[in-house]
Each structure stands twice: as structure tokens, then as C-alpha cells.
């Protein structure tokens, strides 16, 4: 089973920030948070990942809380095309043979114009 | 270019038919993945593999078979085992360590059984 819940839906209106929330509340001292999104029919897209501390790239922002049981993804200037579904993980402790990635359902965000 | 891919793009069989779904990577990634996704639904992974000749199972591999006798390829075989086949087939490779690096994602084979 997925170790992270998201909402199922989110609308945002283009321009403004979409912040896309994610509970972890089981996560590991050692495993860290990815976020990934899907756009319609095609392969899932890496976005960001991060440990403890925020994080930033020309994406997206990743802000975790001090207890790492949930984050935030946010995308600063929400256009059309960040019209997608947009999944939490949180990395499963490599073992060699039992590592593996699972993914949730994630959260479908609408931009609106 | 480098990357994975995934080919046919679109698949069409009929019923009671084996069929491979191609995937390869010239990434030199360690661990290749194959996922299933069906119509509005998150993606469930079906087999997984850490290294050359090694495997395991994922969530949903009843009537599904892999192989990985090179690091670069990892085809995934529909069995006509598999109930309902039709679905959109995903593969994705990462480095094994250090942990902290990225999946990386095909387009998708999108199969569909007729």
C-alpha cells in the first residue's frame, strides 16, 4: 500500500500558487519525499524530492514539516499546462530485491483560466 | 538521445494471445520497473527488478512474466492469464543507490484486447 495520502482533486486558478498537500505520517528517519506528475497519457515526470529541509528548483518549491509527517508541494505561478496529476511517494529504504517505488492515487489538479 | 523506451506505443491483440511489451534503457540504471494503469486510476506496479537475472513482484503480477538477461532491457509478457489486460503499460528505471535519485518514466505502451 501507498504510505502517503493526497487529496483526490484540487482546482487552482492560473497565475496564482497551487499548493498540493501530502501526509506521511509513517515515513522513515531516512526516506525522503518525491513528488512526481502525470499529464494526461503520458509517463510520470520527476518534480522535486527532499529529506528534511525545504526545497527548490526551477519547478516547484517542497516544503516539509519539521516532523516530515506531511509536505507541500507548491507551484509558484500556476499556468495551464501544470493541468495533471500530481503524486506524493515517499522512497522505500533500499534493500537490495526489496526495493521498490509505490504510488497512491495522487492528486488530479485543475488549473482554471 | 538517452532514456527509456517503450515500444509499440499503441498494441492491439486479440483475446487468448500472449504479447510482449518492449522496454530498454540506455540510462545504466540498475532497477527497471513495469506499471499498470487503468482509465482515472494511480499507477500499480506489476514486477520489479534491482539487477541483471533478478526479480520480484510487484502488487498485481498474476498473469503477467518478466525477464532481465540485460541490464538495458526488461520485457514485460501479458499471459492470457491476465483477466483484463487492457490498460496502459509504464516502465521506469533509477539508480539503486545513492537513494536519493529519481525515477525515470517511458511513454507507456497503451494495450488494448480485443
Known amino acids: 500500500d501507498a504510505k502517503t495520502t493526497q487529496p483526490p482533486s484540487m482546482d487552482c486558478a492560473e497565475g496564482r500558487a497551487a499548493n498540493l498537500p501530502c501526509n506521511h505520517s509513517?515515513?522513515?528517519?531516512?526516506?525522503?519525499v518525491y513528488w512526481y506528475r502525470q499529464i494526461h497519457s503520458q509517463g510520470p515526470q520527476y518534480i522535486i524530492h527532499?529529506?528534511?529541509n525545504n526545497e527548490t528548483n526551477e519547478m516547484a518549491s517542497l516544503i516539509i514539516t519539521e516532523d516530515r509527517k506531511s509536505s507541500t508541494l507548491i507551484l509558484p505561478h500556476a499556468t495551464l499546462r501544470d493541468t495533471a496529476v500530481y503524486y506524493c511517494?515517499?522512497?522505500?529504504?533500499?534493500?537490495?530485491?526489496?526495493?521498490?517505488?509505490?504510488f497512491g492515487k495522487g492528486t488530479r489538479l485543475h488549473i482554471l483560466p | 538521445d538517452g532514456g527509456i523506451t517503450q515500444s509499440p506505443k499503441y498494441l492491439f491483440r486479440k483475446e487468448g494471445q500472449n504479447v510482449t511489451l518492449s522496454c530498454e534503457q540506455n540510462l545504466n540504471h540498475d532497477a527497471m520497473y513495469w506499471y499498470r494503469q487503468d482509465p482515472g486510476q494511480g499507477l500499480r506496479l506489476i514486477y520489479y527488478?534491482?539487477?541483471?537475472?533478478?526479480?520480484q513482484k510487484g502488487d498485481i503480477a498474476e498473469g503477467y512474466s518478466v525477464s532481465r538477461e540485460k541490464k538495458e532491457s526488461f520485457p514485460l509478457t501479458v499471459t492470457s492469464a491476465q483477466k483484463n489486460p487492457t490498460a496502459f503499460y509504464l516502465c521506469a528505471t533509477q539508480d539503486t543507490l545513492p537513494m536519493n535519485t529519481e525515477a525515470f518514466f517511458g511513454q507507456g505502451t497503451r494495450l488494448t484486447v480485443v
Open positions: 511517494i515517499v522512497r522505500v529504504k533500499p534493500k537490495y530485491r526489496d526495493d521498490k517505488i509505490i
Open positions: 527488478s534491482q539487477i541483471v537475472n533478478d526479480f
Open positions: 527532499g529529506l528534511k
Open positions: 509513517t515515513i522513515s528517519g531516512n526516506e525522503y
